[in-house]
């Protein structure tokens, strides 16, 4: 490939990223007009925050990420990583100004409002539809702004600190304000009353966006890697060549109680075969082998014709 093609290639790539980008931006901007402004709960992360202050104050959640997200970016520009920055910037003006804009259209004949009786319908359709988006982007080197970025840049300047768990600990005080923001009025007291409802419904979104998020950013080349310890290494990756149509990579052991010499064969195969893996093995008594998850495939991972 000569340098304009993969300059051409890299192009096209780039555009497809920001397209894509903004069609997951404008998902997630329905999401909340359709599912969490109504809900009287609040999302994890900025986006949470500007959930509760438009329920407090009437302040538009677009208005207020547009306010936090733009300078954050610019902070990410310098001290995380441009690409990582521009496309960041890129979702939270599309997000913001999408929001803005389907509020103004009323959407409400659309809109799931509980109204109190099944409540968790909208977290988890909001929490499907996150764990979606935030999924794609962070495939694409991008964030939804607010806390990720946060956790970004404390994760950058302090590599001690874990990303993930930066970014819990920012979710857990969104989870923990929201119980006195979503507070009622009780009418035969007149006496504030807050429940932990809006809490657990925090806590059930987060987790359903970022368990899908997760695995839609390990990707579905998801397989299992069998270790085998044998002394009938080239029968038994025959079998595997023959049978399951993937290879083996075969390496030398030594036992360390009798330090007998063995052969240690590799394979990665996909988990649906590991029924015929075991039946496999199971013809050679002698034979030990362990079976391990591997979250993602990367490169030449394909059936051997």
Same mark, same amino acid.
């Given at each position: 490939?000569?340098?304009?093609?993969?300059?051409?290639?890299?192009?096209?790539?780039?555009?497809?990223?920001?397209?894509?980008?903004?069609?997951?931006?404008?998902?997630?901007?329905?999401?909340?007009?359709?599912?969490?402004?109504?809900?009287?709960?609040?999302?994890?992360?900025?986006?949470?925050?500007?959930?509760?202050?438009?329920?407090?104050?009437?302040?538009?959640?677009?208005?207020?990420?547009?306010?936090?997200?733009?300078?954050?970016?610019?902070?990410?520009?310098?001290?995380?990583?441009?690409?990582?920055?521009?496309?960041?910037?890129?979702?939270?003006?599309?997000?913001?100004? %999408? +929001?803005?804009?389907?509020?103004?259209? $009323?959407? =409400?004949?659309?809109?799931? #409002?509980? &109204?109190?009786?099944?409540? *968790? !319908?909208?977290?988890?359709?909001?929490?499907?539809?996150?764990?979606?988006?935030?999924?794609?982007?962070?495939?694409?080197?991008?964030?939804?702004?607010?806390?990720?970025?946060?956790?970004?840049?404390?994760?950058?300047?302090?590599?001690?600190?874990?990303?993930?768990?930066?970014?819990?600990?920012?979710?857990?005080?969104?989870?923990?304000? %929201? +119980?006195?923001?979503?507070?009622?009025? $009780?009418? =035969?007291?007149?006496?504030? #009353?807050? &429940?932990?409802?809006?809490? *657990? !419904?925090?806590?059930?979104?987060?987790?359903?966006?970022?368990?899908?998020?997760?695995?839609?950013?390990?990707?579905?080349?998801?397989?299992?890697?069998?270790?085998?310890?044998?002394?009938?290494?080239?029968?038994?990756?025959?079998?595997?060549?023959?049978?399951?149509?993937?290879?083996?990579?075969?390496?030398?052991?030594?036992?360390?109680?009798?330090?007998?010499?063995?052969?240690?064969?590799?394979?990665?195969?996909?988990?649906?075969?590991?029924?015929?893996?075991?039946? *496999? !093995?199971?013809?050679?008594?002698?034979?030990?082998?362990?079976?391990?998850?591997?979250?993602?495939?990367?490169?030449?991972?394909?059936?051997?014709?």
């Amino acid at each position: 490939m000569t340098e304009s093609e993969l300059k051409k290639k890299q192009c096209t790539k780039l555009v497809f990223d920001y397209l894509k980008i903004a069609v997951m931006a404008v998902l997630l901007a329905l999401a909340y007009v359709l599912f969490i402004i109504n809900n009287r709960f609040a999302p994890a992360g900025i986006n949470g925050v500007a959930t509760m202050i438009e329920y407090k104050l009437g302040f538009s959640v677009g208005y207020f990420s547009l306010i936090v997200n733009v300078p954050l970016s610019i902070v990410a520009f310098f001290y995380v990583d441009r690409d990582f920055a521009l496309k960041s910037f890129a979702f939270t003006v599309i997000y913001s100004v %999408s +929001y803005i804009l389907l509020e103004k259209a $009323d959407l =409400s004949n659309f809109a799931y #409002v509980a &109204n109190g009786t099944d409540t *968790i !319908l909208p977290v988890l359709a909001a929490g499907i539809i996150g764990g979606f988006v935030y999924g794609q982007i962070f495939r694409l080197n991008a964030s939804s702004g607010g806390t990720d970025i946060i956790a970004k840049v404390i994760s950058q300047k302090f590599p001690a600190f874990n990303f993930v768990w930066v970014s819990f600990a920012l979710n857990v005080l969104v989870a923990a304000a %929201s +119980y006195f923001v979503y507070g009622e009025v $009780d009418p =035969s007291t007149g006496e504030m #009353v807050y &429940n932990f409802k809006p809490v *657990i !419904l925090c806590i059930i979104y987060c987790f359903t966006s970022s368990r899908l998020g997760d695995n839609i950013l390990k990707g579905s080349k998801t397989a299992v890697k069998f270790e085998i310890i044998t002394d009938h290494a080239e029968e038994i990756s025959r079998e595997i060549i023959y049978e399951l149509k993937h290879s083996a990579t075969l390496t030398h052991a030594v036992g360390m109680y009798k330090h007998n010499e063995k052969d240690l064969l590799i394979c990665v195969v996909n988990k649906h075969q590991i029924y015929e893996f075991q039946q *496999i !093995l199971a013809k050679y008594p002698e034979t030990f082998a362990y079976i391990s998850t591997v979250s993602a495939t990367v490169g030449n991972f394909k059936i051997i014709k």
